[in-house]
């Protein structure tokens, strides 16, 4: 069945995108946990689809077995190639297209991509028309509630055009450009756009527990999660099982922790290669150690690890020290 951001169940559980994470050993192990979560992927290069970019399209591959719904987020700044990219993402299996406006980093905004286009209204709604024009599938935008200084009537201004340009859901991070990730994100932007909007709006920004959830959904659609994952996938059956009515708590030992995390290691293997894949986890394996016993002394020898068993006997070695 094709999906339709109207006809989710709300509240809506979301997984961010985070270039340099959310790949599809991180969903999947995202969606093993609790699988009601909308996994979005890293974001992508628009021009890096047209033009046949191996890192581009390795972004995008997933497990559809799994990871279903899965929305890839391109960015660009090229009406044309926006749309012709979300059509190569039609014909490779995902169920919606997201378009990046949130993006503050300096290469991205350089070249009138990302946030940018907050600033470049007129160019924004044109990329969102052309895309939802070329593709059957929902399209979406995340964006952050401002550029530089907050101004309410234009974040309001700017949403409702979006819509009116054809963006079927948006997720608003409560944060400016200009404060990329300083201070804290606010949530009373974003409560103003649901008042006005016809489609669903998902709300984001500085979700680390479920009590964090009680207090910001508001009149929310949903709530979209990031940092707060890392390290800690099970923050996303607490906030469902809240969501449903009921009670759950993520595991606190490391041993209780340890099969989930092997899990996501051997997954990154399998989907980049033994060598990349525990390069990249390794930031994964120091998060799933935040907080716990001399951390610190693990953590140096946890980046530094060449293969899954090193990995297993790290943890062991943490595990009984500990019992
Ligand atoms: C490492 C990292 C990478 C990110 N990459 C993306 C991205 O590719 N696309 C995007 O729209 N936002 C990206 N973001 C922003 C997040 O999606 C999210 O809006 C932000 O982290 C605030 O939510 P949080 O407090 O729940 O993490 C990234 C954030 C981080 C920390």
Known sequence: MTFRWKDQKTPLLCLAPMEGYT???????????????????????????????R??????????????????????????????SAKILEDMGV?????????PSGKIIATCRGSALFEEPELAFKIVDATQQAT??????????????????????????LESSGAKH??????????????????????????QAGVPITGNGDILTVENVQQKIGNLDGVMIGR?????PWIMKEVQAYFDGKEYKGPT??????????????????????KKGIIEMRKHLSN??????????????????????????????IINSTN
């Open 288 to 317: 799933y150690i935040h907080g716990f016993k001399n951390a610190s002394k693990y953590r140096f020898r946890l980046v530094r690890v060449n293969t899954l068993n090193e990995i297993e006997e790290i943890f062991n070695e």
């Open 228 to 232: 707060g994952t890392y390290g800690n």
């Open 170 to 195: 948006i997720a608003l991070h409560g944060r400016t450009t200009k404060q990329k990730y300083t201070g804290m994100s606010d949530w009373e932007p974003i409560y103003e756009v649901k008042k």
């Open 55 to 84: 890192k581009s399209f390795k972004r995008i591959e997933f497990k559809p077995e799994i990871e279903r719904p899965l929305i890839a987020q391109i960015f660009g700044s090229d009406p044309a190639v926006m749309a012709e």
């Open 95 to 103: 169920d919606g297209i997201d378009i990046n406006m949130g993006c």
């Open 136 to 161: 059957s599938l929902d399209v979406s935008v995340k964006m952050r509630i401002g550029f530089g200084k907050f101004d309410l009537p234009t974040l309001l201004n700017f949403t409702k055009n």
């Open 253 to 274: 030992t490391l041993e209780e922790k340890l099969p989930t995390i092997l899990r996501q290691a051997k997954l990154a293997c399998e989907f980049k290669g033994e």
């Open 23 to 53: 790949d599809s050993a991180y969903r999947q192990i995202i969606k093993e946990v609790e699988p009601k979560v909308i996994c979005f992927t890293e974001f992508t290069s628009a021009d890096g689809l047209k033009f046949g970019n």
